[in-house]
């Protein structure tokens, strides 16, 4: 990374962590979840935040696919945006690794940090598993 290079300490650690095979979620004594960066449960306050890993897989809850993308994507398109259920909490991201056409809802994915083909960034990627 370069000194211009701006980053989000939280989010990045984040995708650092998933990109080695150890992404997770934060739980709060009360049993509340919620992805990081975090630093207080968004349901109660609290501030004692465990780090659990995130289940392997999950499932696509609801998608949609975008074939007019904003500039900042225009040749990822078309590409599929799917809510996934990893049990404890729920991720958003990209579905990678199969044609749109092919998404549906229950289809089992896990997480793969992907890149964007527009930017080079690193983007939650969801694959078929």
């Known amino acids: 990374m370069s000194e211009d290079t701006?980053?989000?300490?939280?989010?990045d650690d984040w995708l650092d962590a998933a990109e080695d095979g150890a992404a997770y979620y934060l739980e709060c004594p009360d049993d509340h979840t919620a992805l990081p960066p975090r630093r207080v449960c968004p349901?109660?306050?609290?501030?004692?935040?465990?780090?659990?890993?995130?289940?392997?897989?999950?499932?696509?809850?609801?998608?949609?696919?975008?074939?007019v993308p904003t500039p900042a994507f225009e040749e990822d398109a078309p590409y599929a945006t799917a809510v996934v259920d990893f049990g404890p909490v729920s991720l958003t991201g990209?579905?990678?690794?199969?044609?749109v056409d092919d998404v549906e809802t229950g289809l089992e994915v896990e997480l793969e940090i992907a890149t964007s083909e527009t930017t080079g960034e690193r983007v939650i990627g969801l694959r078929p598993a």
Do not use: K, M, N, W
């Not at 990209?94 to 044609?99: E, S």
């Open 6 to 11: 701006v980053t989000d300490a939280g989010f």
């Open 43 to 67: 349901d109660c306050g609290a501030t004692d935040l465990e780090q659990l890993a995130l289940p392997d897989t999950g499932e696509i809850r609801t998608f949609t696919v975008t074939h």
């Open 94 to 99: 990209q579905v990678v690794g199969i044609d």
